[in-house]
């Protein structure tokens, strides 16, 4: 993906914020914007249309809220990734976006740079989740009966150290010698033993556990 043009939807009910996302992506080499969409009822509706890699995808809107419109594009096997931009990062924000589908959570007031790189590991898949999002979502997403002595091996840690940097799992493969099928074996096994259903949760539970510094 890297050496690829990364197409992207822009959904969001400003028209102001609209236009500067499309700016700065238009003035970055590598991203070409197929369109926008003013919410979440006719963001689904363009990304099923336009199949772009990723969708920028604000949370409150009134035409559709963004957490719908993840399950929905999740429900209808959309190939695009959603990566939230918004301004709320709080446990009733993030958790269900998170929980629909959402492959990154990133505030509107990240950094351009930061942007850009999130967009990038959205569009490969990758979980695009930083410390501070992933503290918030523990609390809710981590079960609490997890059993005594499930600890992670030290082949998971290594997994889980390389999920956490944004790698994909050809990546980790290719690092760790193994083969594709064997590092989603291993994540099925860390899922399990961290009490999460994904990538971005078994993250956001490593962080507060202190398996991840």
Known sequence: MTDQIITVLIADDHPVVRDGLRGMLAAEPGF?????????????????RLDPDVVLMDLRMPAGSGVD????????????????LTTYDTDSDTIPAIEAGATGYLLKDAPRDELFAAVRAAAEGRAVLSPAVASRLVSAIRK?????????????????????????NREIAR????????????????YGKLGVRDRAAAVAVAYDRGILG
């Open 175 to 190: 690092e760790l010698f193994i083969s594709e099928a064997t590092v989603k074996t291993h994540l099925t096994h860390l």
């Open 69 to 84: 419109a993840i399950a929905e594009l999740t429900r209808r096997g959309a190939r695009a990734k959603v990566l939230v």
């Open 144 to 168: 609490p009966a997890v059993p005594t002595g499930e600890t992670l091996s030290a082949r998971e840690r290594e997994v889980l150290a390389l999920v956490a940097k944004g790698t994909s």
């Open 32 to 48: 070409d914007v197929l369109g926008e969409a003013a919410g979440g009822v006719e963001a689904v509706e363009q990304a099923l």
